[in-house]
């Protein structure tokens, strides 16, 4: 995979937040799910549209419509068949994090994937109160948030069936606002 500036997540604030799940199956399948285009609402807990642009490979586009009414789009840096690929994410005309995904094969028809993000928020904010929020607030619900998603992933290889949405628990900036029930 390139590993230029823009798919290092060199520049940005703070270490990545990182989170890597063990799932029960071979390495192509779960490729063939992470590399197909649109097919986010199948595995992702907190996505509820992923139009695309362009696909596949280098260059590849998408967007993702949180079900908070977020809308984030996707750029592809970087595509390594079977193995991963390098994005970076942000608003329209905002500024972009970076983010990776990493699959390994474990064998005995299991594999790993690890999903990083180096978030590019708080830029205006001083050093001190970017470090404070990015390492008291943004990684840990980053890190909540990516867990979702690999638990997503897992369900819908093991089972065959969607996630729901918030299916692993809500993550305020993604899930949108909480329904009172009376």
């Known amino acids: 995979m390139n590993r230029d500036r823009s798919t290092s997540g060199q520049g940005l604030d703070g270490p990545p937040a990182c989170v890597?799940?063990?799932?029960?199956?071979?390495?192509?399948?779960?490729?063939?799910?992470?590399?197909?285009?649109?097919a986010l609402p199948q595995f992702h807990p907190f996505c509820q549209r992923n139009p695309v642009t362009r696909w596949p490979g280098v260059g590849s586009?998408?967007?993702?419509?949180?079900?908070?009414?977020?809308?984030?789009?996707?750029?592809?840096?970087?595509?390594?068949?079977?193995?991963g690929y390098a994005l970076e994410i942000g608003p329209d005309g905002g500024t972009a994090s970076f983010v990776r995904w990493e699959l390994v094969p474990l064998g005995d028809a299991r594999s790993q994937l690890t999903i990083s993000i180096w978030p590019a928020a708080f830029a205006g904010y001083p050093t001190a109160v970017r470090w404070a929020l990015h390492r008291l607030w943004l990684r840990p619900m980053l890190?909540?948030?990516?867990?979702?998603?690999?638990?997503?992933?897992?369900?819908?290889?093991t089972t065959g069936r969607p996630v729901a949405p918030n299916q692993f628990g809500r993550v305020r900036y993604f899930s949108g606002p909480r329904r009172r029930t009376r």
Not at 20 to 38: F, H, N, Y
Not at 67 to 79: A, D, E, I, N
């Open 20 to 38: 890597s799940r063990v799932i029960p199956a071979e390495a192509a399948r779960v490729w063939e799910t992470m590399a197909t285009g649109g």
């Open 143 to 157: 890190r909540r948030y990516l867990d979702g998603v690999l638990k997503g992933m897992e369900h819908y290889l």
């Open 61 to 83: 586009q998408d967007s993702i419509h949180y079900l908070s009414g977020v809308v984030l789009h996707r750029r592809f840096t970087g595509w390594d068949e079977g193995r």
